[in-house]
């Protein structure tokens, strides 16, 4: 069965909190997807913030559902933590008490002496909470594209909660409660690295230092409400404390909880180079180009998503039909 809403849209059967959860974000990102210059200037090209905070969206998850979320499923979680080589992998949150279920499952306390250590991902909760699954649905019904939810929570007195690194996902970062300090930098060079992968960069053993980087594109502090939209491939920085003089960027300090809606259509292969590699799969013809080692400019040209696919194929046909009736006016 389904639900009807005020959007129009049809939401599968779901408690009617869920529905209105999903209606609310639905708007956020429709608003986004129907922005045309957001399709043709915006998107995988630079960073944005949404300043003005979007209704509904402040405190719609809190710590309180995360640790209902934690208490009623047996869900797994990620402590962030800087490696020795400079880069950035996931620890474990706790560790299984014993063979039995109660023992092997993730506890609250746990979550909450990690947040006090650095930041606590729940990948893909979206996956197994239903009110991120909720939200998840409203991405892709505006966005048309894969997508999956990843939680974070950080301690409000974390310097880095994240170092620089890059991700395959373009994000959309919503801000539940607390607030984070983030810093986005244009993307380097691949060719500097072609061994690198530029969508992971500063992750695993990759080290990826704020020397090779230029001054941000985008600094900000997060709160409750706004949006902020990251490309994929565009390195960024997080954390709950000012870097430049050490104070909580919330007052009162209280930790951040931040939901990041990553749109996933490099892992499903939705580029240009993917297309391509594709098509020379079906040929049998063998694939010599080495992504990596063109100049940027062609590289992230190859790794756009085609103006068919998802939200953008409804501003490419409007684009089309209006070159259409422009070329259609009759000379003298």
């Not at 300043?51 to 208490?71: H, N, Q």
């Not at 801000?175 to 244009?186: D, I, L, N, P």
């Not at 040209?301 to 068919?308: A, F, K, L, T, Y």
Request: proline content about 9%; overall charge negative.
């Amino acid at each position: 069965g389904s639900s009807g809403s005020g959007s129009g849209v049809d939401w599968p059967s779901a408690p009617a909190e869920n529905i209105e959860l999903a209606e609310t974000y639905y708007r956020a990102f429709e608003v986004l997807a129907r922005d045309a210059d957001f399709a043709a200037d915006v998107w995988a090209r630079k960073p944005l913030l949404v300043a003005e905070p979007i209704a509904g969206v402040a405190g719609s998850f809190t710590l309180d559902d995360v640790r209902e979320a934690v208490d009623s499923d047996f869900l797994e979680a990620g402590l962030g933590v800087p490696t020795a080589e400079g880069g950035w992998k996931m620890a474990p949150v706790s560790q299984p008490r014993g063979s039995s279920y109660e023992d092997a499952k993730l506890r609250y306390v746990d979550v909450a002496a990690g947040i006090e250590r650095g930041t606590v991902v729940f990948n893909s909760a979206g996956a197994h909470v239903p009110k991120l699954g909720a939200i998840c649905l409203a991405a892709l019904r505006a966005f048309g594209l894969p997508n999956c939810l990843n939680m974070y929570l950080t301690g409000p007195s974390v310097k880095q909660s994240a170092p620089p690194h890059t991700d395959k996902q373009d994000v959309f970062v919503l801000q539940m409660s607390g607030a984070k300090h983030w810093r986005v930098y244009e993307p380097p060079p691949p060719s500097r690295r072609p061994g690198s992968d530029p969508l992971a960069r500063g992750k695993g053993d990759d080290k990826l230092c704020l020397s090779e980087l230029g001054e941000p594109l985008l600094e900000t502090v997060l709160t409750p409400g706004q949006l902020l939209y990251v490309p994929a491939g565009f390195p960024h920085t997080t954390g709950t404390v000012d870097p430049h003089d050490g104070s909580h960027v919330c007052d009162p300090p209280e930790p951040s909880v931040g939901l990041t809606v990553g749109i996933d259509t490099h892992i499903w292969g939705l580029n240009y180079f993917s297309s391509r590699q594709g098509a020379l799969a079906l040929a049998s013809l063998p694939d010599q180009l080495t992504p990596t080692q063109l100049d940027p400019d062609k590289y992230w040209r190859g790794m756009r998503v085609p103006q068919s696919v998802g939200f953008l194929r409804a501003h490419a046909e409007a684009a089309g039909e209006e070159e259409r009736a422009g070329g259609d006016g009759g000379g003298g």
